[in-house]
């Protein structure tokens, strides 16, 4: 166990919804990145929060943000979504002064 | 722009027996971490190994140990005494020192046979 919590494990949603996921750093954590791992694909790095301010962006589209909220907890939402959206969604974070990324359990998201 | 590449999709190993998985990147900087992480079928992502590029000896951690060359921009996983529960998708990374960017590489799925 990592530390680093997910939910939901999985979700289910249809073309041109809206979806929220949440993660929760490692206590004392101040960095939040996301990944998005489509069929057994490597990960892309999608974005990264220190201490509630966007730090990097990587591979993001457009319909996609995030925010880390004052708890450090963070939030990825996506939105208009589309079949290739479907994907496995991880959180990771790290400690101050620390470049290890310890990540989440994932969730799993299938748009159909 | 960062890369990296693991040239080998699947590799297989007899239960006991030794595996090197290959790792290359690409980069202009002197300063980066690199890491090695496990993805059994749960997907849930493991750290194994984790290498700081100032440091030439390289990074043990049980069964698991890395070979790292930085002037070749090498950095391969050796799994000694493979167990069945090493039977993983494993992912190179890249880290640089100036930033929080983490690259990927697409992974090597590696089959244990009993």
């Known amino acids: 166990d990592s530390g680093v919590t997910q939910t939901p494990k999985h979700l289910i949603t249809a073309t041109g919804q809206r979806v929220t996921l949440r993660c929760s750093p490692r206590s004392g954590d101040l960095s939040v990145y996301w990944y998005q791992q489509s069929l057994d694909q490597g990960l892309q790095f999608l974005i990264h929060?220190?201490?509630?301010?966007?730090?990097a962006k990587g591979n993001i589209l457009e319909r996609f943000s995030a925010q880390q909220f004052p708890d450090l907890h963070s939030e990825l939402n996506l939105s208009s979504l589309e079949l290739g959206d479907s994907a496995l969604y991880f959180c990771a974070s790290s400690g101050l002064g620390s470049y290890t990324q310890y990540f989440g359990p994932g969730t799993r998201l299938t748009v159909l | 722009a960062q890369t990296v590449t693991q040239s080998q999709p699947e590799m297989s190993v007899q239960e006991a027996e030794t595996v090197t998985l290959s790792c290359t990147y690409d980069t202009s900087e002197s300063d980066y971490y690199l890491f090695w992480y496990k993805q059994p079928p749960s997907r849930q992502m493991i750290l194994v190994i984790r290498?700081?590029?100032?440091?030439?000896q390289n990074a043990t951690e049980n069964r698991f140990s890395v070979n790292f060359q930085k002037a070749a921009k090498s950095f391969s996983l050796k799994i000694s005494d493979s167990q069945l529960g090493d039977a993983a998708m494993y992912f190179c990374?890249?880290?640089?020192?100036?930033?929080?960017?983490?690259?990927f590489g697409a992974g090597t799925r590696l089959t244990v046979k009993p």
């Open positions: 290498q700081e590029a100032y440091k030439q």
């Open positions: 990374a890249y880290r640089s020192a100036a930033n929080n960017d983490m690259r």
């Open positions: 929060y220190y201490n509630g301010e966007e730090r």
